[in-house]
Every structure is written in C-alpha cells, then in structure tokens.
C-alpha cells in the first residue's frame, strides 16, 4: 500500500467492497424469490410471470403435512429450549463456584461447536440404547423434538446469559433487602427484565428447528418427514420449483417476525426506560 | 432465627434445583450419548446389532475392546484422504472468509455510527432465512443451465455453459456464503471497540498506514480473529449438506463419509469411529478458542 492513497479513493474501495459483500450475501434470496414467480417448469429460464408453484404448493399435501409436522416441532422445542436455557444461563452465572461448573458449561456448549452430524449421530445412538433397554421411545416426533430442544438450550443459554450479564444485581438485592423470597425475586424483578432475551432466545430456536435437516434425518422415524427434510430430498435429486415458492413464503413469514418482534423488543425497551424515569421523578417529588 | 433457617434452607434447595435441572439434562442429551458413541466405536457390528462390550462367559465380566473400526480408518486410504481433505477445505474456507471479511468488519466498524446497527442488522438477516434454501438457491444459480451461465451467455461474455456446479468451486462457494457472517460478528465487534487513538498516535510518529494496520490494529484484533476462525473452521470441517448438495462426487468430506457409513452402510461401529477421530480432529482447535473466550472474560473482570 502507498501512501498517496487518498481518502476519497479509500472511501469508495471500502463502500465498494461492502456493497460487493451485500450483493454476495443477498443474489441467493432474491434470485429465490424472484423464480418462484417464473411460470417455466425449467427453475432457471424465466418465461413469464404467474403463481403457478403457489398453486402447486397448496395442492402439494405431503409437503403441507411435512411443514406441520416442523411447525409443530419447532414451537414446543423453542419452548422447551427456552426453558431449560434459562436454568442453564442461570446457573452458570448466579453461582460462580459449584463442583462440575467447566463441565456444565462445556456441556452447555458442546452443541454448538460439535458438528450436526456427530451431535444427530450421539443422540440416535443414545435413544437406540434407550429403546433397547425401556422399550421407550420410538424414532418419530418426540425423538426429533429432543435433539432440537439440546441444540436449542445451548444457543438459549448464549442469549439468556449475555443478558444477564448486563443487568444489573443491585436490583435483585434491593428485592432481596426489601424481603423477597428467592422465587419472587425471581418472579418480580428478573423475569421481567428478560423478557426482551426470552423472546429473542424463542425466535432464535424455533428459526433454528425449523431450518434443521441433520439432526431431524439422524433422529426421525418412518412417516415422520420434516419440512427441510422433505427439501432436502428434493433438492438432491434435482430443481424444483415448488422449493422456490416455499422459500418466498417462508422468507416472507420470517421477515415479518423479526421485524414485528424488533419493535416489540424496542418498545418493551422504551417502556421499561419510561417507567425508570417515572421512578426517578416520583421519589424525587 | 427459624425462620432465617428456613430462608437458608429454601434458598439452598433453589439452588440445587437451578444447578441441578439442567445439569441432568445436559447429561442426558449431551455428554452420555457422546460416552455411547465412543463405547460403539469400540464394538463391532453383529447381524442386526451392535456386539456387547461386557463379556459373561467366564461367570465374570471382562471388557472387550475391539479396535477394529480405528485400525481401518487409520489404514484405510480413502479415510486418510477425505480427512485431509476435509481439513483442507475448511482451512480454505476459514481463509476466504476471513480475506473478505476482515476488511468488511474494519470498514463497518469505520462507517458512521448511527448506520452501524442497520449495517449489522443486514449481516444477520439472512441467519433468518433457511440456511437449506440459501443453499439450494446456489445450485439454481451454478448449475449449467442455472442463472449465471444463463446471463453470461446472453450477454455474449460466453459461448459455452461454464461448469461450475459439482466442483470444488461451488462447494467453496456454498461454503464461504454460509460461514462469512460467523467470521464478521466476532470480527466486527472486536474492530468496533477499537481505540482510535492508538492508530492516530501510530500515524503522527511517521508509521505508513500499511505499517499502523500492520502493527497496531492486527494485533489489537487478535481475539476477533481467533474466534472468526475457530467458528467457521470447526463446523466447517463437519459440514455435510453444503457438501451433499453443492461438491460433487469427488469433494470428499468426513461428514458425508460418516453419513454413508450409518445411512447405507449400517456401519455403526464404523460411523462411531469416523466421529470420534473427527472430534480428536476439533479439539485442538476447540481448546484455542476456548482459552481466547476466557482470556476475553478475564480482561472485561
């Protein structure tokens, strides 16, 4: 690099440089989005616009009964993600010093370095194991709902635990001084403030149940098709484009999650702030 | 004073119960079934099951280790081959992306500070749509006929459909796009908190700036760096459905070998086998990354 480089020149590389970026990360959607409206059986040579692959899409029953299937699995094991991710968050960083402390938080994380192949391969061999000794559980939804709720606690943990980090423990020892019982502390003061976290943390493993196909083709049974399994499938043997239209009716629902759930989280925000500053100015009067 | 006891007391069996509910569970769904898979790879394959370890014939128990799995993916050329190269597609991967987007990160943590939330915002959006679908959307795009040979053949740049799909392209590709924005998260919200003045001083005392970022911001953003890498190399390394649906028959990667082994083969032992030398493979990586997050933590305390 020489140093006549001037600033406008460096200026334009970098806005250059990120657009390039930008275009690499967003052409795979659009063009996505854009063919699903392209009325040729051929994926890729558009001929004229229309809603053929929509149609296809409604009369496609498998495909319908595989995304019920997925929505159903995604919800509860969001819940259940959610759930046990709180207690894990909790109890990495509200207890600093227990026995097994590395391990649980090793545990808590060993989902999200392990590739998917070795953590769908481990559960499946452990639920064989199970089955062999109980007789207990069949290989369908239940099995499928268990891998996504252990992939879904570690990333829950990551997002519940960065929050509790910045909040502050001064309040729940207020609480604790003003004689609240552990739970409802709990209950009255840090559940509130996590609401924004568990929110995020219930769209994030729901978005991430949905969009798994490993874990669901280790984990699934006969009769049991996950809607990314049933892509998956498809996509392997060729183009189709009904996989089009799914997409765009997807990415449209996804868009307007994240976005209704951003304002959400924001005005949640703006009235947590309104009613400090409520506080303030009543104890001050 | 009893009823201080009886708080104590509350407060401790609360605290069992916060430790204890997801410690179960993560034994259960984490660590046990890891145990099981090394115990499988120990054993070997009968008819329809897999042999039991613990021998009873002699009225006692004896443990029988059967290394037969490890002994053939040692030996077995093929396996050799696809962990080298495995390897070596994730360190390209973890490569590109990190050319691309460490100049990314810099120049987002540059831009104007009232932009920034957006221009991280556009980087996790796509996170939001199916990972599978983005994929899928590559093929339609490389394949010979797909779009881009499309566009280039009609604008006359060529005349013959450019092979794309199928190859080591398309596969790093597929590879790069997935994992960029784990490379510029960490990247970026290193670059962010930044000290600028460190960079200026640099630059009064007569550095070029290729020697300021050379000297000062690299070095400054050594943490960003090794956790970019670490979070696109591990899962790159596993990765089987980028492989599966954009490499072709040729881009040998583990996951895919582990896959075939259980899926076609029925091999358990043998799939247990390939994980268990996979996750030997991580670790070391994982240890890095590990000591850099805690390192970080130890800073911020």
Redesign the interface.
């Known amino acids: ?1 020489n ?1 006549t ?1 001037s600033p406008k020149t460096i200026k334009w590389f ?2 250059g ?2 657009v390039a ?2 275009a ?6 659009v ?2 989005v854009i ?1 699903s409206f392209n009325d040729s059986p ?4 558009w001929s004229h616009a229309s809603f053929r692959w929509y149609k296809a899409l409604m009369q496609d029953s498998d495909l319908i009964s595989a995304v019920w299937l997925s929505l159903k699995i995604a919800f509860f094991s969001a819940i259940i993600s959610v759930l ?1 991710g709180t ?2 968050a ?2 990495l960083n ?2 600093k010093r ?1 026995n ?1 402390r590395t ?2 938080s ?3 994380s ?2 999200l ?6 953590v769908g ?3 499946l ?2 639920l064989v ?1 199970l089955q062999h000794w109980l007789g207990y559980p069949d290989r369908g939804l239940f099995t499928i709902l ?1 891998g996504h ?2 992939l879904g ?1 570690a990333y829950a943990t990551v997002v519940v635990t960065s929050r509790l980090r910045e909040m502050d423990n001064k309040l729940d020892e207020a609480a604790m001084d003003l004689g609240c ?3 409802q502390v709990f209950r009255l003061v840090t559940l509130p403030l996590l609401i924004p976290a568990l929110v995020s943390a219930f769209l994030l493993t729901f ?1 991430l149940s ?2 798994d ?2 874990l669901s083709s ?1 984990l699934s049974g006969p009769g049991y098709s996950t809607m ?1 399994m049933m ?2 499938s498809r ?2 043997l060729g ?1 189709n484009p009904t ?2 239209a ?2 765009t009716v ?2 449209i629902v ?2 307007i999650a ?1 976005i209704a759930s951003s304002f959400y989280t924001s005005y949640l925000e703006r009235k947590r702030k309104r009613e400090v500053a409520q506080a303030y100015s009543d104890s001050n009067n | 004073m009893n009823k201080v006891s009886s ?1 104590l007391r ?2 401790i069996k ?2 069992y119960l ?2 204890g ?3 179960v ?10 145990l ?2 090394l115990k ?1 790879s120990l054993s070997e394959m009968e008819s329809t099951s897999v042999s039991s370890m613990m021998d009873w014939t002699h009225g006692w128990p004896t443990v029988k280790l059967n290394f037969a799995s490890y002994i053939f993916v040692a030996t077995d050329a093929l396996y050799y081959q696809t962990y080298i190269s495995s390897l070596k597609y994730a360190v390209m991967t973890t490569v590109i992306c990190m050319a ?1 987007g460490y ?2 990160a810099y ?2 943590a ?2 104007p500070k009232h932009i920034q939330p957006t ?1 991280l915002m ?2 996790m ?2 996170f ?14 490389l ?1 010979d ?3 881009i040979n ?1 566009i280039l053949m009609s604008l006359g740049v060529i005349h013959e459909p450019i092979a794309m799909m199928n190859t080591p392209f398309s596969l790093m590709i597929g590879m790069v ?1 997935s994992y ?2 784990f490379m510029i998260l960490p990247l970026y919200a290193n670059l962010s908190k930044l000290d600028m003045r460190y960079l200026e001083a640099a630059a009064d005392l007569g550095a ?3 020697k300021v ?1 050379w000297l000062i911001t690299v070095p400054l953003s050594k943490a960003g760096i090794v956790a970019g890498s670490m979070l696109v190399f ?2 790159a ?5 980028i492989p ?2 954009l490499g072709g028959p040729d881009t040998l990667m583990i ?1 895919r070998v ?2 075939d082994e ?1 899926f076609s083969n029925n091999d ?1 032992p043998m ?2 086998a390939v ?1 268990v030398v ?2 030997l493979l ?1 670790m070391l990586p ?1 240890a890095i ?2 000591k850099y997050q805690s390192e970080q933590m130890a800073v911020k305390v």
């Open positions: 690099m140093q480089l970098s806005l440089w990120m970026v930008y690499f990360l967003y052409m795979p959607i063009t996505l063919f051929l994926v890729t040579v046990f207690f894990t909790f109890a509200r207890y227990f097994g391990l649980l090793s545990m808590a060993m989902p370095v392990m590739p998917d192949v070795i391969l481990s559960l061999l452990m194991s268990l709720a252990l606690t019982q552990p739970f978005t949905f969009d196909v490993v280790f990314p892509i998956f996509a392997r183009l996989i089009n799914v997409a997807t990415i996804v868009t994240v | 708080t509350k407060f609360g605290r916060v430790i509910i997801p410690y569970w993560l034994l259960m769904l984490a660590l046990v079934p890891l099981i898979v499988i691309i100049p990314f120049f987002m540059r831009s221009l556009l980087i959006l796509p939001w749509t199916s990972f599978l679908l983005r994929i899928y959307a590559w093929k339609t795009l394949v006929n797909g779009v499309n796009y960029l924005p070029s700036p290729f970022f591990i899962p390394v596993g990765e089987y459905v599966e649906l996951g582990l896959w259980f358990w799939a247990s994980a996979m996750i991580i994982m990354y590990n």
